[in-house]
């Protein structure tokens, strides 16, 4: 069973294999970089959780944890 990007920690990356639908959302942050074998590090959360930020593709992005349960990682966290 694969992962999500809230399973992270900080400082933590993994790979992404997928996502968990194939909606309108999902085709935007494939815009931003997020695509099936991009390495993925999980930056920090917001105080309160939400947003979190990550790094991929050598830049930093925002995303709301709704945005980042829908982001498949590989099981292992080893890219």
């Keep these: 069973m694969s992962r999500t990007l809230l399973s992270l920690s900080a400082g933590e990356r993994a790979t992404v294999i997928g996502f968990k639908s194939e909606d309108a959302g999902v085709l935007r942050l494939m815009h931003?970089?997020?695509?099936?074998?991009?390495?993925?590090?999980?930056?920090r959360y917001a105080p309160a959780g939400d947003p979190?930020?990550?790094?991929?593709?050598?830049?930093?992005?925002?995303?709301r944890r709704q945005e980042a349960g829908t982001i498949l990682l590989d099981d292992d966290g080893s890219p």
């Design 32 to 43: 931003m970089g997020i695509v099936e074998g991009a390495e993925i590090e999980l930056v």
């Design 52 to 63: 979190l930020e990550i790094r991929v593709m050598g830049y930093n992005l925002s995303l």
